[in-house]
């Protein structure tokens, strides 16, 4: 069994994934995921970079209910689903990136908090490779994934 990337373009690697992002050539001005073009400046020139693995969280919410299926790609059974927690975090100095979080405990979350990048398993596909996408991690003081 393989891990795979949901989407192509959107991190670098399943063994050391970093986000894949745009940065405006004219204004710097960072934009996820990639675009060919800045909504800070209209310039129409970006190149991609690999965006920051921590950042802090800037606001969550915990998904309490499947997502509507399609486009969600993960579990939608409403009996076997498991609620997780969505926020943007705020990479320093580039932009806010809206993923899923790894602790849906709202007791857990709290604006400000450290985060770090990290892959989820998000289903199994019919060649039985487990298809994984990015996420958030909260992290404590000493830098550990909790
Ligand atoms: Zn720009």
Not at 30 to 51: I, N, R
Not at 86 to 105: N, S
Request: hydrophobic residues 30%; charged residues 25%.
């Amino acid at each position: 069994m393989a891990r795979v990337p949901v989407a192509d373009g959107v991190f670098t690697s399943v063994d050391d994934p970093r986000l894949i992002g745009s940065k405006c050539d004219n204004c710097g001005n960072h934009m996820f995921p990639t675009q060919g073009s800045c909504p800070k400046c209209a310039g129409t020139s970006t190149s991609d970079v690999e965006l920051e693995t921590r950042g802090e969280l800037w606001t969550w919410t915990v998904q309490g209910y499947p997502p509507k299926a399609p486009p969600y790609l993960g579990d939608a059974d409403p009996k076997t689903f498991q609620p997780f927690g969505v926020g943007y975090v705020e990479l320093p100095g580039q932009v806010k990136v809206e993923a899923r979080l790894t602790e849906a405990d709202p007791e857990k979350l709290k604006i400000g908090m450290p985060m770090e990048l990290t892959l989820v398993p998000l289903y199994t596909n019919d060649d039985g490779d487990e298809v994984v996408t990015f996420a958030f991690a909260p992290i404590s003081e000493n830098g550990e994934q909790s």
